[in-house]
């Protein structure tokens, strides 16, 4: 089953099934490991995430349960979040490298690429609990999976296009309210909200989109575009804390001054398109697109 809830189905069954298929899929990559650990990790951290915006989407319909797993996932997830941080720097370096405005510059973010990917081997050897972290997160998606067959999300069909247009609201306001957070003090952890509630509406067109396929896949390609570019903003800010913290890592300064510069330079670029793009994405009033979404669920399923 791919992700995605069914109109034609009932509601129970299909958050049942994707939640599960989700969890599963997260064991899976954590076991298996067939790109190795790291990548693992990276999988089973995008099918929690993907479970997370599924509970969001339904949570009136089991606000304790939603509230409890939510926390149990999401402190999962954090314990997993070290190793792939210094793959983002490593991931973010190769774009600043990609984008260089000169030859010494290249060169100077290639030494920076080797050193960062240094620094990520050094603290993979130093990680002696992720084998034990990934371990405990098998576990915890096998107790998630437990506690998921113990709740019931069966509603009537307009009491379940009330549900998803309650939701949509919500999350529709949350990135408004971010958005205007970040126009008008442009704080990190601004946009990290951002990203977070851009992530959510990003899911919820990917869970919803048999409704209205065309549009739906349409704006949901571009919140997915947005979520990468903050993404990347915020992997240089990142980028750009380490090079603060830990400037021993740098054999030469003006290596280190390029490093900076280039980060400067691009953060602005990214932030540019990050709200430009969220401008369009959230441009309807989140009135009428939730009302726009209940209409579509219930026609959808006549």
């Known amino acids: 089953m ?7 189905k009932a509601l129970d069954d299909e958050v049942h099934a994707v939640a599960a298929q989700q969890l599963g899929k997260a064991m899976a990559a954590l076991i ?16 929690i ?4 915006a599924l509970y969001r989407l339904v949570a009136r319909r089991a ?7 939510n926390d149990r996932l999401r402190e999962m997830a954090r314990t997993l979040s070290g190793m792939r941080d210094a793959t983002a720097l490593i991931e973010v370096s190769h774009y600043l490298q990609e984008t260089a405005t000169s030859q010494d510059e290249a060169e100077s973010l290639a030494r920076m690429t080797g050193m960062l990917t240094s620094r990520r081997d050094r603290l993979a050897e130093e990680e002696t609990e992720l084998e034990a972290k990934a371990n405990a997160a098998v576990a915890t998606c096998g107790d998630a999976l437990a506690a998921l067959n113990d709740v019931s999300f069966e509603c009537g ?8 247009g309650g939701s949509w609201l919500k999350t529709c306001r949350k990135a408004a309210q971010a958005l205007s957070h970040c126009r008008a003090e442009g704080h990190a952890d601004q946009f990290h909200d951002l990203r977070k509630r851009s992530q ?15 549009a739906m896949h349409a704006k949901q390609v571009e ?18 804390e380490v ?12 290596d280190r001054a390029r490093l900076i510069e280039a980060i400067i330079s691009r953060q602005q670029t990214a932030r540019t398109d990050a709200l430009e793009r969220a401008e369009w994405v959230f441009a309807d009033d989140p009135d009428k697109e939730a009302h726009t979404i209940k209409r579509l669920w219930l026609e959808a399923g006549d």
């Open 32 to 47: 298996d490991r067939p790109e190795g650990l790291h990548e693992a990790v990276h999988a089973a951290r995008k099918n």
């Open 2 to 8: 791919s992700y995605r809830i069914r109109p034609d």
């Open 223 to 240: 919140a997915k575009a947005l979520v990468d570019v903050l993404g990347r903003y915020l992997d240089l800010s990142m980028l750009s």
């Open 157 to 164: 069909r307009r009491a379940t296009a009330r549900l998803f």
């Open 63 to 69: 606000p304790e349960f939603q509230r409890r797993e």
């Open 49 to 52: 995430k993907r479970v997370r």
């Open 243 to 254: 090079a603060d913290r830990e400037p021993h890592l740098f054999d030469d300064a003006q």
């Open 200 to 214: 959510d509406y990003w899911m919820h067109h990917a869970l919803l989109r048999d409704i209205w396929p065309a």
